[in-house]
């Protein structure tokens, strides 16, 4: 007999996205701004803040909002984008243009800096498992995020993310075995006497005790609206998985602080080319030397990183990461094309990444009106925006396809490598069950099957 039934919902959120104005006072177009008064989203109304150090960079940022919906998401981006379209309007009006930080619409650098959000939760408990489970995929979330600079005319920057190599201001995240006062003030104290900084904030993932919300600090500033809500979705799907985990009584448990810098520190370099070092448990290296040994390998032979070591791509880590948290998304409601940003990155048939600011780069070659584009990308609030429509264009059948594979994913709740083994045929009833490990022809180590004992081979 069912005696209760518990759905666990989505995270409220909120989101600081970055903007940059180029060729026009930024105070004159933060006062023309809001003297017009930006559209309020969920009875708040969207604020426009200048950087506190770098006056040219821009901030827009939304009040705490319920985003668990594809209607909640659409009313919130669609406000997002109003809002960024009146800023830009007010920079043209000023001599000016708003591009997003780091893309240069001229012939010099600019700075950078990125996308921040907020994650509110319920309890500190929820709060605990939230960072340290940020904190454990945050090299992922910088190579997903992360992009070089962008100067007209200038050689291409494949580096992972300019804004974070260049950063002095970043620190990885620690692990939290608790969010109580007395523990992190332990941990701003390490902080200070290790880095010479003793603010939580100065992390990737920090932990915020006024309000009990995780900030997220490690992502890029965006050049277009669609890879935003797409990195909103991501976040709000790791958030839920926290509240499920809490749920279950189940907890993050801590990752080796050298392996995260040096992934961290990888992925800033590299981005998604950046070669992984995953942290083997115990358990799982035995069961491996015992799959090696059985197919009669070496362990020499099998990889050349350390014992308890060894390197993934980035870009299948972050596949398996989409891959094992379609049931979240699914239960966020979405869609492909409001993921496609996260797909464009690993799932595409060429094999290699696709942004929105390549898109860009492809306008500046063709001659087309760069200001323009960059203005549509940052406004374009529909999901995909600018990437869906090159996608269906450059691969018309494989593009489809991916996202068809992604919806049957999506609305079925279950991981591709979930639906695999929920598809695949059960073994025959009639077999016994010594005839199915040893097989037709012998024993699982390849030698045919013997004579019994006593018996004649016939």
């Not at 209607?71 to 043209?92: C, K, N």
């Not at 974070?164 to 109580?180: K, N, P, Q, W």
């Not at 094992?324 to 996260?342: G, H, N, Y």
């Amino acid at each position: 007999m069912l005696v209760s039934l518990t759905r666990v919902g989505a995270a409220r959120q909120a989101l600081a996205k970055g903007l940059m104005v180029q060729g026009a006072d930024p105070a004159a177009v933060l006062a023309a701004v809001s003297r017009s008064g930006l559209p309020s989203l969920g009875g708040e109304s969207i604020r426009l803040e200048q950087h506190p150090r770098r006056q040219e960079l821009l901030r827009l940022t939304t009040p705490m909002t319920w985003l668990g919906t594809r209607g909640a998401r659409r009313e919130g981006f669609d406000a997002l984008g109003y809002a960024i379209d009146m800023v830009a309007t007010a920079a043209r009006q000023a001599g000016g243009m708003l591009t997003a930080p780091g893309l240069s619409l001229g012939g010099s650098a600019v700075p950078l800096d990125g996308d921040t959000h907020w994650l509110e939760t319920a309890d500190p408990v929820e709060q605990e498992v939230l960072c340290n489970l940020l904190r454990r995929h945050s090299p992922l979330l910088i190579a997903i995020a992360g992009r070089g600079s962008f100067v007209r005319g200038g050689r291409r920057d494949r580096i992972g993310s300019r804004w974070l190599a260049d950063s002095h201001e970043h620190l990885a995240a620690r692990f939290l075995a608790s969010v109580t006062e007395r523990h992190l003030y332990r941990v701003q104290a390490e902080l200070r006497r290790r880095d010479g900084i003793s603010h939580l904030d100065r992390m990737d993932v920090a932990p915020l005790m006024g309000n009990g919300s995780v900030l997220v600090r490690c992502l890029d500033a965006q050049t277009s609206l669609a890879e935003t809500l797409a990195h909103v979705l991501l976040l709000s799907a790791l958030a839920l998985r926290a509240r499920s985990m809490v749920k279950e009584g189940r907890r993050e448990g801590p990752v080796s602080q050298r392996l995260l810098e040096e992934n961290r520190a990888r992925a800033i370099s590299d981005g998604l080319r950046a070669g992984m070092v995953e942290d083997k448990r115990p358990r799982e290296r035995e069961r491996e030397r015992e799959r090696d040994r059985d197919r009669g390998r070496r362990e020499h032979q099998v990889r050349d990183a350390p014992p308890d070591e060894r390197k993934i791509p980035a870009r299948q880590a972050v596949r398996a990461l989409l891959d094992d948290l379609v049931p979240e998304f699914s239960r966020l409601d979405a869609t492909p094309e409001e993921i496609l940003p996260l797909l464009c990155l690993v799932e595409l048939p060429g094999g290699q990444p696709l942004r929105a600011q390549d898109l860009l780069t492809r306008s500046a070659g063709n001659g087309q009106a760069l200001p323009e584009a960059v203005r549509t990308a940052l406004t374009d609030s529909r999901p995909g925006g600018l990437l869906l429509d090159a996608v269906l264009a450059e691969y018309p059948g494989s593009g489809q396809l991916m996202l068809n594979v992604w919806r049957e994913a999506l609305e079925s709740g279950l991981s591709l490598r979930a639906r695999r083994d929920h598809d695949r045929p059960p073994a025959r009833s009639g077999s016994r069950p010594d005839q199915r490990r040893r097989g037709r022809a012998g024993d699982r180590r390849g030698r045919p099957a013997g004579p019994s004992k006593g018996g004649k081979q016939q």
